[in-house]
């Protein structure tokens, strides 16, 4: 454990008690979401097992950074803002492209490469190499997002700040998320998969195998598959009724890229996305 997690540690039990009048523990913070916004740090990540490790020292750090500083205004041309956080910058120098209209938050990583359409991304969450954040798509707080995923139109990607060691959503490399998809609560999306528009998935959604009609988890979508939202009879003592399921209509082979996720890649590299 570094000397600066255990600081953290320290502040963190005295929560309730902080203010921003505490100097000391604010250039702690600072240290460690000047590390998030350089990914020198992250809240969490896929471990060699493939469990996912959440580092909550780090996410202590970003709840303590809430009661540390007071509001402020920002002006930005004629818009005004008052947070207490700072937006993130330095785009060119991190070879991240940022359309008008879009915004992340200081203490985000953002890898090279990526771009963000009008979105917006919040604080200590990651984004790998390459990934699309198309329009109105929300990265929310600590979700990790690999690279060469592309979170389509509209993507709800929930936060999940507390507690402090509850599992962030995780979307893996090569992912690619339809429009209007809602993942909260630490679901995840395997390498390679493809989530149909407008699914919703979170620890409670059964993912069902459309071949063997078993339920392979809850609120995990394993790694290259293509799936779909759907629904399930279910039984109560008022009637019945259809819950949504996620649904595993195809399995792609290691490496293989869906074909109408092709096209976006063809958009993508010629800029031109929508
Ligand atoms: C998931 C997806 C890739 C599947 O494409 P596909 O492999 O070609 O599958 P098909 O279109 O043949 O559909 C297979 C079945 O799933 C159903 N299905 C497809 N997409 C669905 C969705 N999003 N929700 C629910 N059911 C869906 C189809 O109706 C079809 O049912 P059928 O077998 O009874 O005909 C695609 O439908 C999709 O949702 N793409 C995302 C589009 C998007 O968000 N683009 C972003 C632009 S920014």
Partial sequence: MSELETRVGNWFEHLAEMTPDNLEARRDVELVITKLDDGQVRVAEVGADGSIVVHEWVKQAIL??????????????PFEYLDKLELKSDYERRGVRVVPGASARRGSFLSP?????????????????DSMVDTWATVGSCAQIGANVHLAGGVGIGGVLEPAN??????????FIGSRC???????????SVLGAGTILNPSIPVIDAESGEEVSRGYVPDYCVAVSASRRREYPGGEFFLPCVLIIKRLSEGERHSKVKLNDILRDHGVAT
């Fill in 64 to 77: 303590l950074l809430f009661r540390l500083h007071g509001l402020k205004r920002m002006d930005v041309g």
């Fill in 113 to 129: 490469g990526v771009i963000l359409m009008p979105s917006y991304v919040n604080i200590g969450a990651w984004v790998g190499r």
């Fill in 166 to 175: 509850a599992v962030p959503v995780v979307i893996e490399d090569d992912a």
């Fill in 182 to 192: 809602m993942i909260v609560d630490g679901g995840r999306v395997g390498r390679g």
